[in-house]
Nanobody, 121 residues
Framework: QIQLVESGGGLVQPGGSLRLSCTAS?????????????MKWYRQAPGKEREQVAH????????NYLDSVKGRFIISRDNAKNTVYLQMNNLKPEDTAIYYC?????????WGQGTQVTVSS
């Protein structure tokens, strides 16, 4: 069993910044090793489908972003802490959503509980 716990969401004005964190853990018999797992951030706005925001490879050498967040968001990871981050800068109202951490392991998706990000003046 894999557990993903997100934090760092909140209410911010347009142009502001937030840093999301997601810490991953696995039960002793799961075989989960964070260092071997590509990680993703998704978001879901009200009335819209969930969309992938960013992806980072196991070492951080390969990263990609949703077009609308390129140049504003930065995904990173600390394998010593089993944690992936999403630095969000120059936030816009359209970034308002619940943000989820995701990992694909043993042929299924695992999701965190989500953290709400609201961008509003």
């Amino acid at each position: 069993q894999i557990q993903l716990v997100e934090s760092g969401g909140g209410l911010v004005q347009p142009g502001g910044s937030l840093r999301l964190s997601c810490t991953a853990s696995g039960s002793p018999d799961s075989g989960f090793i964070f260092n071997n797992s590509p990680m993703k951030w998704y978001r879901q706005a009200p009335g819209k489908e969930r969309e992938q925001v960013a992806h980072i490879s196991t070492t951080g050498s390969f990263i990609n972003y949703l077009d609308s967040v390129k140049g504003r968001f930065i995904i990173s990871r600390d394998n010593a802490k089993n944690t992936v981050y999403l630095q969000m800068n120059n936030l816009k109202p359209e970034d308002t959503a619940i943000y989820y951490c995701n990992v694909w392991f043993t042929r299924r998706d695992y999701w965190g509980q989500g953290t709400q990000v609201t961008v509003s003046s």
